[in-house]
């Protein structure tokens, strides 16, 4: 069974910096898509980033140029660097991994960015 840990979530002002980490236990097909996601209450769950196992990477418009994802691929870690947060970003984030037939999701780990 595939099992997710995040961490790294917490309260920062506007315009500080937070790290997130996800950890990946179990049977993972090398060959896989981690990502991260985020809930704003009221609002629809939207993609944050992800990243593919060879590296390539896609961000959501809102966090480009901010964000960046990268991954430990020998201890199935992805992280999730976030810059000159927001208010806006203020949100409950999660971690995601896909491979065939397999989505997992992570319990979700809150952000909060004061203004």
């Known amino acids: 069974q595939v099992q997710l840990v995040e961490s790294g979530g917490g309260l920062v002002q506007a315009g500080g910096s937070l790290r997130l980490s996800c950890a990946a236990s179990g049977s993972i097909f090398r060959v896989n898509v981690m990502g991260w996601y985020r809930q704003a209450p009221g609002k629809q769950r939207e993609l944050v980033a992800h990243?593919?196992?060879?590296?390539?990477?896609n961000y959501g418009d809102s966090v480009k140029g901010r964000f960046t994802i990268s991954r430990d691929n020998a201890k199935n870690t992805v992280y999730l660097q976030m810059n000159s947060l927001k208010p806006e970003d203020t949100a409950v984030y999660y971690c995601?991994?896909?491979?065939?037939?397999?989505?997992?999701w992570g319990q979700g780990t809150l952000v909060t960015v004061s203004s």
């Open positions: 995601n991994l896909k491979f065939p037939l397999v989505e997992v």
């Open positions: 990243i593919i196992s060879g590296g390539t990477t």
